[in-house]
């Protein structure tokens, strides 16, 4: 399975950006696909999953700002960020879990989201 993330750049505060994660390959019915973001010297952290049902959840605290979603017959996944802050700058990358117990994943090649002040 190979993942395609695109759509990050620079806004500035208080700006929206949509992130797309397209995937290719044999896909199990059973997934869940996620939004991770890595900011300059922290760790990766989870924003965002949605599972192949369509339940979702977030981190707290970006909760009220992103959604996501995703679109089955691409295969893609959207992060939409609204409200955006400074604070939001990072790497984001797109990853999908499946199989048993989701034991196994594949990451995508990460897109820059820059947000100024």
């Known amino acids: 399975v190979q993942l395609q993330a695109s759509g990050g750049g620079l806004v500035q505060a208080g700006e929206s950006l949509r992130l797309s994660c397209a995937a290719s390959g044999s896909i199990f019915n059973n997934n869940v696909m996620s939004w991770y973001r890595q900011a300059p010297g922290k760790q990766r952290e989870l924003v965002a999953s949605?599972?192949?049902?369509?339940?979702?959840s977030y981190a707290d605290s970006m909760k009220a700002r992103f959604a996501i979603s995703r679109d089955y017959a691409k295969n893609t996944v959207y992060l939409q960020m609204n409200s955006l802050k400074p604070e939001d700058t990072a790497v984001y990358y797109c990853?999908?879990?499946?199989?048993?117990?989701?034991?196994?994943?594949?990451w995508g090649q990460g897109t820059l989201v820059t947000v100024s002040s």
């Open positions: 949605i599972t192949s049902g369509g339940s979702t």
């Open positions: 990853n999908l879990k499946w199989g048993v117990l989701y034991r196994y994943a594949s």
